[in-house]
Structures are given as structure tokens and as C-alpha cells.
């Protein structure tokens, strides 16, 4: 195999155990993979919390926007009963709880996911990211061997790369950059080391096709990416179909992040793409 390919658990083990919470992120540790990546949001009192949407409602017992609420408020929320009876009780993470647990893992990346931006919380999303990489190098999760930050907003990457040198962590965003918020005013590819490559049906806002035929972007996206010097990237959620790992590994694919950390690991491995360990 002439390329390194990676496999991130996404939001912990998605699939099996509620997103974002501290039983999914340690039950992704015993599988067989490269990273976890999961999602961060400060709150009203300046506390660092795990959670994808920046709203309660979806994935807990509670609603409210995070960045309104204290941290003591967030806390009462449950993030297992929705999933499941068997998680009633389980917390929404804060964020030190994450870097605690995976301080003890120095073998596995952290996919940081960045989900405050300064296209509609204004300083407050700068804020929110600084106070969350202090804590990364405060538990030792630093280096771009360590630690990927995610961000869809163009403004959050341009702040990181103002601040921080290059070897502090990588950078991953998206294509198209119309996924972009802030596309429009500043190019976002300029800033990336990694890309998530999606398949929309849709012209990207340079005007090149997206084809519409499969939920895998034609070669030339990967090929034009990695060429570009970024590592080519896929997401693919709740998805167990053997056919588009491997379209998506033979298009140019290297780093996975899928809600079934299982069975893409068992399914990379099968078609030759990435040898589990065990």
C-alpha cells in the first residue's frame, strides 16, 4: 500500500452509542482506529462543552442555544435518553472530560470540530476557539500529529493560521467552499491541510460539476486536492456499503471519518485499503 489511510470514529462510536457522549468516545477506543473527532461549543459562562449542534434539542431532553446557557444548565440535560433507555443519564461532555480521557490514548488524534463561528457569533466564536486550544496543549493534545481542527467557517481559518505556526495542529475543511460560511469574502482552500470531499449533485461556486450519480466525488476532485498538497478526505454517514469505500478509496480517498468506525475498519481492511492491527 503506497499511502497511509486513516479511519476517525465520528462523534465517538455514532452508530452504537449516543453522539458526543464520554460511553460513545471510550467504546470507539476499543476499536481499531486513527482518531475520534467530535464537536465543541462554549457556553454563556465561558465553559468548553461536547456537543454537534449548537442547540440542545436534537440530541438531549433540553432545548436552548448553548452560548445562552451556563454550564451548570447544559449539565442538566441528558444526551443518552433519546438514543436509548439503556443511556438515560449520560452527560454532555465537557470538554476537559474529553481531553482527559484522551490523554491516556496518545496514539489516537483528536478531531477538533470548531462549531462557534464569527459569521454569526462574532468575537464570541474567536473566543470559544482560543479558550478550546488552550485546553488542548493544557492536556498535551498538540502537534500536527495529534491534534486536526475542523471548522466550516473561512473566518476561523484564517484566525488559526494568524495565531498559531503550522506544526501546532492541521487545519480540515470542505469542498465545495460553498460550504463555506464567509466563502464569498476569502478563499478557505488557501488555509486547508486535509478536505472532507462531498458530492452534492451540484456545480462547486468555481463552476466544476459534482457528479450526481454516487455520493463519491469524481477522481479529478481528489486527484486536483492532493496535488494541491491536501490529504483527500470522506465522511460518509451511517453508511455500510462496501461499493462506495472502495470508489471512494480507488477515487483518491485517505482519511475516512463514518459513523460505523466497525465496519468501515472491517471493509477498508477487506479491499485492501488500511490492515486492522488485531
Same mark, same amino acid.
Given at each position: 500500500? =503506497?499511502?497511509?489511510?486513516? *479511519?476517525?470514529?465520528?462523534? #465517538?462510536? $455514532?452508530?452504537?452509542?449516543?453522539?458526543?457522549?464520554?460511553?460513545?468516545?471510550?467504546?470507539? %477506543?476499543?476499536?481499531?482506529?486513527?482518531?475520534?473527532?467530535?464537536?465543541?461549543?462554549?457556553?454563556?459562562?465561558?465553559?468548553?462543552?461536547?456537543?454537534?449542534?449548537?442547540?440542545?434539542?436534537?440530541?438531549?431532553?433540553?432545548?436552548?442555544?448553548?452560548? !445562552?446557557?451556563?454550564?451548570?444548565?447544559?449539565?442538566?440535560?441528558?444526551?443518552?435518553?433519546?438514543? #436509548?433507555?439503556?443511556?438515560? #443519564? +449520560?452527560?454532555?461532555?465537557?470538554?476537559?472530560?474529553? *481531553?482527559?480521557?484522551?490523554?491516556? $490514548?496518545? =496514539?489516537?488524534?483528536?478531531?477538533?470540530? %470548531?462549531?462557534?463561528?464569527?459569521?454569526?457569533?462574532?468575537?464570541?466564536?474567536?473566543?470559544?476557539? +482560543?479558550?478550546? *486550544?488552550?485546553?488542548?496543549?493544557?492536556?498535551?493534545?498538540?502537534?500536527?500529529?495529534? *491534534?486536526?481542527?475542523?471548522?466550516?467557517?473561512?473566518?476561523?481559518?484564517?484566525?488559526? $493560521?494568524?495565531?498559531?505556526?503550522?506544526?501546532?495542529?492541521?487545519?480540515?475543511?470542505?469542498?465545495?467552499?460553498?460550504?463555506?460560511?464567509?466563502?464569498?469574502?476569502?478563499?478557505?482552500?488557501?488555509?486547508?491541510?486535509?478536505?472532507?470531499?462531498? !458530492?452534492?449533485?451540484?456545480?462547486?461556486?468555481? #463552476?466544476?460539476?459534482?457528479?450526481?450519480?454516487?455520493?463519491?466525488?469524481?477522481?479529478? $476532485?481528489?486527484?486536483?486536492?492532493?496535488?494541491?498538497?491536501?490529504?483527500?478526505?470522506?465522511?460518509?454517514?451511517?453508511?455500510?456499503?462496501?461499493?462506495?469505500?472502495?470508489?471512494?478509496?480507488?477515487n483518491g480517498a485517505i482519511g475516512f471519518t463514518c459513523d460505523h468506525p466497525d465496519i468501515c475498519?472491517?471493509?477498508?481492511?477487506?479491499?485492501?485499503?488500511?490492515?486492522?492491527?488485531?
Amino acid at each position: 500500500m =503506497d499511502k497511509k489511510v486513516t *479511519l476517525a470514529a465520528h462523534r #465517538g462510536w $455514532r452508530s452504537k452509542y449516543p453522539e458526543n457522549t464520554m460511553i460513545s468516545f471510550k467504546k470507539a %477506543l476499543t476499536l481499531d482506529i486513527d482518531a475520534i473527532e467530535m464537536d465543541v461549543h462554549m457556553t454563556k459562562d465561558y465553559h468548553i462543552v461536547v456537543c454537534h449542534d449548537a442547540d440542545l434539542e436534537r440530541t438531549t431532553d433540553k432545548t436552548g442555544a448553548i452560548c !445562552n446557557m451556563p454550564l451548570e444548565e447544559v449539565r442538566q440535560a441528558d444526551a443518552g435518553i433519546k438514543f #436509548g433507555e439503556e443511556f438515560k #443519564g +449520560e452527560k454532555v461532555p465537557t470538554f476537559e472530560e474529553f *481531553l482527559q480521557l484522551m490523554a491516556t $490514548r496518545p =496514539d489516537i488524534k483528536v478531531m477538533l470540530e %470548531l462549531k462557534d463561528y464569527p459569521e454569526m457569533l462574532g468575537d464570541f466564536a474567536y473566543a470559544s476557539a +482560543e479558550l478550546s *486550544l488552550s485546553l488542548c496543549r493544557q492536556y498535551g493534545i498538540w502537534g500536527k500529529d495529534r *491534534l486536526i481542527v475542523i471548522t466550516f467557517s473561512t473566518g476561523i481559518c484564517a484566525w488559526l $493560521r494568524t495565531r498559531y505556526a503550522k506544526d501546532d495542529f492541521l487545519i480540515h475543511g470542505f469542498y465545495p467552499k460553498a460550504k463555506m460560511k464567509g466563502y464569498e469574502a476569502d478563499d478557505p482552500y488557501k488555509y486547508y491541510d486535509e478536505v472532507c470531499l462531498f !458530492n452534492s449533485g451540484e456545480k462547486d461556486p468555481q #463552476g466544476f460539476p459534482i457528479q450526481r450519480d454516487s455520493v463519491v466525488a469524481d477522481k479529478a $476532485r481528489f486527484t486536483e486536492f492532493s496535488l494541491m498538497g491536501m490529504k483527500p478526505c470522506v465522511y460518509y454517514k451511517f453508511n455500510s456499503d462496501e461499493e462506495v469505500y472502495r470508489q471512494a478509496y480507488e477515487n483518491g480517498a485517505i482519511g475516512f471519518t463514518c459513523d460505523h468506525p466497525d465496519i468501515c475498519g472491517e471493509i477498508l481492511d477487506k479491499i485492501g485499503a488500511r490492515k486492522l492491527k488485531r
